[in-house]
Antibody, heavy 120, light 111 residues
Framework: EVQLVESGGGLVKPGGSLRLSCAGS????????MTWVRQAPGKGLEWLGR??????????DYAAPAKGRFSISRDDSKNTVYMQMNSLKTEDTALYYC???????????WGQGTLVTVSS | QSVLTQPPSVSGAPGQSVTISCTGS?????????VHWYQQVPGTAPKLLIY???NRPLGVPDRISGSKSGTSASLAFTGLQAEDEADYYC???????????FGGGTKLTVL
């Protein structure tokens, strides 16, 4: 069974940083493309970025809200993907999901999310 | 303002049929990029419901279907059931933004 467990969320002041982690199991992590999506309270889904598998180049693409502030990386030896978030703003307050990407580009398996609250 | 436009809400009585639309443009759905649909029951993580326009993952009943034409896609329910009450999101790729994009979501209420 595919499992994704996010961690690293919490309360942070505006301008602060957080690093989210997502540990995967039940699938060949090194072959998987991974992505992050967030959902602000009471709002819809917002795509943040995606990292390809190393065999596919390992490149990372970001959505506009994440460019320049967020950085996605992976450690296949730990079956973990990370998202470093810097210069956090109150509007970054959201539940952050880690997801596997299918060959067709669908967001196939979702974690339960980790909550990030940016507030003074 | 979402790149993909969905109605905020739809509703139907048990047993009825309802459709949720997802309208894009020539840089996403109209460019023939795959459309995927997700179901989110309140308080839970989204779940993949339809992938690549029309395909159902294992476990999704065949009374739920997806279609695509031109710059729009649709998610259809026949024989509506109480368990279908949830939020639904469409997703595709936008070439002009070089980004995956979501619709704003549609709340389906089973009356």
């Amino acid at each position: 069974e595919v499992q994704l467990v996010e961690s690293g969320g919490g309360l942070v002041k505006p301008g602060g940083s957080l690093r989210l982690s997502c540990a995967g199991s039940g699938f060949t992590f090194s072959h998987a493309w991974m992505t992050w999506v967030r959902q602000a309270p009471g709002k819809g889904l917002e795509w943040l970025g995606r990292i390809k598998s190393k065999i596919d180049g390992g490149t990372v693409d970001y959505a506009a809200p994440a460019k320049g502030r967020f950085s996605i990386s992976r450690d296949d030896s730990k079956n973990t993907v990370y998202m470093q978030m810097n210069s956090l703003k109150t509007e970054d307050t959201a539940l952050y999901y880690c997801i596997t990407v299918s060959l067709e580009g669908a967001l196939e398996n979702w974690g339960q999310g980790t909550l990030v609250t940016v507030s003074s | 303002q979402s790149v993909l436009t969905q109605p905020p809400s739809v509703s139907g009585a048990p047993g009825q049929s309802v459709t949720i639309s997802c309208t894009g443009s020539s840089s996403n759905i109209g460019a023939n990029y795959n459309v995927h649909w997700y179901q989110q029951v309140p308080g839970t993580a989204p779940k993949l419901l339809i992938y690549s326009d029309t395909n159902r993952p294992l476990g999704v009943p065949d009374r739920i279907s997806g279609s695509k034409s031109g710059t729009s896609a649709s998610l259809a329910f026949t024989g509506l059931q109480a368990e279908d009450e949830a939020d639904y999101y469409c997703q595709s790729f936008d070439a002009s933004l070089n980004s995956w994009v979501f619709g704003g979501g549609t709340k389906l209420t089973v009356l």
